[in-house]
């Protein structure tokens, strides 16, 4: 028997910004976390039909064998594509982006059926992507660029000059934060975060509960 929808919540923020730390919470919290960004690169392995339409954009050069012998596109190849050609990220977004959706479809359906109170939507490019369609609740994290920098190097992902090209390449924070219902600042330590992340989780179960009695 199917039961009542989760409350969806996207959860979402630029470069650095530390949405993944926020979710990270939530799941401690007992959110239950669709990673749309970790399907997305999920889907460019294992999706036939998704491979076939990259290595078409592409060409099959662009699959390699990783480590474990799995063949995966050359993400750094494909960035360095997309990042200069709006028309290629625009075909890759229309390649990729539907099958996350349906993704996400399964797991709302599932997350009703196991009573689920909260699922929340962790993706990099929720407004962009038109990700943010049906979900109830929106929060956007936001952080000062020069910390977004500083945290995006030390995880290994670029120079500060590269992570700087990304950041200008996405929407800006003014811009997410006018869509969001909630917005988080992460600009002080770990420990701030977590409060933050505490006093959202208290509002969503509030939320939550006013939608299953049908309030």
């Not at 959110?31 to 036939?48: G, M, P, S, T």
């Not at 490019?125 to 190097?153: C, H, Q, Y």
């Amino acid at each position: 028997m199917k039961g009542k929808s989760p409350l969806l919540v996207g959860v979402t923020g630029g470069l650095g910004s530390g949405k993944s730390t926020v979710c990270r919470y939530l799941s401690e919290l007992g959110c239950r976390i669709f990673e749309a960004d970790r399907v997305a690169k999920d889907l460019q392995v294992y999706d036939r039909e998704i491979v076939a339409s990259i290595k078409s954009l592409f060409g099959d050069d662009i699959y390699a064998p990783d480590a474990k012998g799995r063949m995966v596109p050359d993400r750094k190849k494909i960035a360095a594509v997309v990042f200069s050609s709006p028309e290629k990220l625009a075909a890759l977004n229309s390649i990729v982006h539907p099958g996350v959706f349906r993704e996400f479809h399964r797991a709302v359906a599932k997350a009703s059926e196991e009573g689920v109170r909260i699922l929340v939507k962790e993706a990099a490019i929720l407004f962009e992507s038109g990700g943010n369609k049906g979900l109830d609740v929106v929060v956007v994290v936001t952080a000062d660029t020069d910390r977004r920098i500083d945290r995006a190097v030390k995880k290994g992902l670029g120079s500060c000059e590269e992570i700087a090209d990304r950041i200008s390449m996405q929407w800006p924070q003014e811009k997410l934060a006018e869509k969001a219902d909630f917005v988080i600042t992460n600009n002080g330590t770990e420990e701030e975060l977590r409060t933050q992340a505490g006093a959202l989780y208290a509002i969503l179960s509030k939320i939550a509960g006013s939608a299953r009695d049908g309030l």
